[in-house]
Structures are given as structure tokens and as C-alpha cells.
């Protein structure tokens, strides 16, 4: 148990709808990740926040947006929802921080998008 | 731009064999973190190894070894003594210094199979 955990674990859908991922990081770590995994590929970096502020962006949609919560929990929110969308979303955390920084990710379960 | 490449997108082991999957990088950097995960058909993302570049002794993890080659940039990961539960999505990453701290760029990955 990597102490990531991240809900729905499967969520099936139709094109054009909107949906949320949740993420709750590992206790005492400040930054979180979204990945993307399609089908047989590797992981793509969505966005990472810090302590609530976004800190990076890789190859998200315009699509879709994330936010971090006071509580450091976070949610990756997808919309207008495409085929093309259906994959893997991990969410990882990290210490996020200089002093503690091991460069280990610690991954959720991921949540499973299947849109129809 | 860090890369990080895998060449070898399927391999397969007999069980008890010894196996090696290759990973090369490239980066400016110069202290760094490497990693290996593993992702067995659960999904879930595993952290199964990390090295730390300016460490000349090569990091070991019970039958998981790897042989880091900094100036040929390379990292690759032995699987000694294969067992069927090593069978999975191995990943190669590296850390991404030229966006945030703590974001990792993940390899294409090998498809390992562990044969009985």
C-alpha cells in the first residue's frame, strides 16, 4: 500500500460528459501528479501542484484542469470527454520538498476511465 | 530535453534464469536519480529500484540489480533468479530538472514474461 489513494477506481462514461478523479496523497507529502496511461503506453505527465499552487505542466488538454485543495487533496477534472480520452490516471505524491526529496513517486491504484 | 530510452519493448525469461533490460538517458544534469518501477497486471505502479548518480556502487534490491553507467548514460536493471511474479511493465525514469522537481519521465517501458 503505497498510501495514495485515488477514487473512482473505474468509471465508464459517454462522450461529451464531464468527470472527476480524486486523489488524497501520502500523509505529509505536499506535491501530487497526474499521469496519463493509454492502452500499452507509457506514462504521461498531466500536471503537478505543490502545496496548492500548480507547480508544472506537461501535456494536458485544455480539456482538462486539476486543482489542489487546502487539505492537499486533489482532483483532476476532465470534460467534454472524447474516445480518445479512455485510458489509466494515476496520481502520485511526494515529499515535494528540498530537504526530504528522494526523487520517488508513490503511485495510487489509478482510476480507469472508459468513455463510450 | 532529459530522455529516457527503452529499446527492448518485449522480453522473456525462463523462471530461475537471469535477465537484463537496458535503459539509456540523457541529461545535463550531473547529480541525479534513476529508477526502475514495475507494473504488473494489477496496474499498480511499484518502485522496485533507485540509484543516485554520484554513487559509484551500484544499487542492489534482493534479486534486482542494476548496473549504472553514468558517463554512457546508461542504467539497465538485472532480474536475477526470475519468478513468475516478476512478470510485468518494467519503467526506466528520470527526473525532470528541466520542469519542477519530482516530475518523471518515464521510458516506453519492456513487457516482461516470466515462462514456467
Known amino acids: 500500500d503505497s498510501g495514495v489513494t485515488q477514487t473512482p477506481k473505474h468509471l465508464i462514461t459517454a462522450t461529451g460528459q464531464r468527470v472527476t478523479l480524486r486523489c488524497s496523497p501520502r500523509s505529509g507529502d505536499l506535491s501530487v501528479y497526474w499521469y496519463q496511461q493509454s492502452l500499452d503506453q507509457g506514462l504521461q505527465f498531466l500536471i503537478q501542484y505543490y502545496n496548492g499552487e500548480e507547480r508544472a505542466k506537461g501535456n494536458i488538454l485544455e480539456r482538462f484542469s486539476a486543482q489542489q485543495f487546502p487539505d492537499l487533496h486533489s482532483e483532476l477534472n476532465l470534460s467534454s470527454l472524447e474516445l480518445g480520452d479512455s485510458a489509466l490516471y494515476f496520481c502520485a505524491s511526494s515529499v515535494g520538498s528540498s530537504g526530504g526529496y528522494t526523487g520517488e513517486l508513490f503511485f495510487g491504484e489509478g482510476s480507469r476511465l472508459t468513455v463510450l | 530535453a532529459q530522455t529516457v530510452t527503452q529499446s527492448q519493448p518485449e522480453m522473456s525469461v525462463q523462471e530461475a534464469e537471469t535477465v537484463t533490460l537496458s535503459c539509456t538517458y540523457d541529461t545535463s544534469e550531473n547529480n541525479y536519480y534513476l529508477f526502475w518501477y514495475k507494473q504488473p497486471p494489477s496496474r499498480q505502479m511499484i518502485l522496485v529500484i533507485r540509484?543516485?548518480?554520484?554513487?559509484?556502487q551500484n544499487a542492489t534490491e534482493n534479486r534486482f540489480s542494476v548496473n549504472f553507467q553514468k558517463a554512457a548514460k546508461s542504467f539497465s536493471l538485472k532480474i536475477s533468479d526470475s519468478q513468475l511474479g516478476d512478470t510485468a511493465m518494467y519503467f526506466c525514469a528520470f527526473p525532470n530538472y528541466g520542469g519542477s522537481q519530482g516530475n518523471l519521465i518515464f521510458g516506453k517501458g519492456t513487457k516482461l514474461s516470466v515462462k514456467p
Open positions: 540509484q543516485e548518480a554520484y554513487k559509484q
